[in-house]
């Protein structure tokens, strides 16, 4: 069975700091795409980053760029999210999601055209 569980989660204020860990099994890590997305209460769920297991390549968005650093560890199936200089509008349920083969934009597709999703970890940045 796939399974992709994010730990990691947690309180922090302002200008603070955490890491998010996605484990992944049940799959061939090495040959997917793993992305971190977000969920604000009554808000749309947006894409926040993504990696390409197969070559390294990375994504952010605008809104994290310069804060969040994804990275992978291949040996471990685990794709990691450091978040620094965390802002109160960063809230949300963070969510992995693993995609075949590569890191891609599907237009008009609500979940981004990932394959499998985790069920996400709440991060709170107080002011």
């Known amino acids: 069975e796939v399974q992709l569980v994010e730990s990691g989660g947690g309180l922090v204020q302002a200008g603070g700091s955490l890491r998010l860990s996605c484990a992944a099994s049940?799959?061939?890590?090495?040959?997917?795409?793993i992305g971190w997305f977000r969920q604000a209460p009554r808000k749309e769920r947006e894409g926040v980053s993504c990696?390409?297991?197969?070559?390294?390549?990375?994504h952010y968005a605008d809104s994290v760029k310069g804060r969040f650093t994804i990275s992978s560890d291949n040996a471990r199936n685990t794709v990691f999210l450091q978040m620094n200089s965390l802002k109160p509008e960063d809230t949300a349920v963070y969510y992995c999601a693993a995609t075949f083969p590569a890191c891609e934009v599907v237009e008009g597709d609500p979940d981004y055209g990932m394959d499998y999703w985790g069920k996400g970890t709440l991060v709170t940045v107080s002011s």
């Open positions: 049940g799959f061939t890590f090495d040959d997917y795409a």
């Open positions: 990696i390409t297991n197969s070559d390294g390549s990375t």
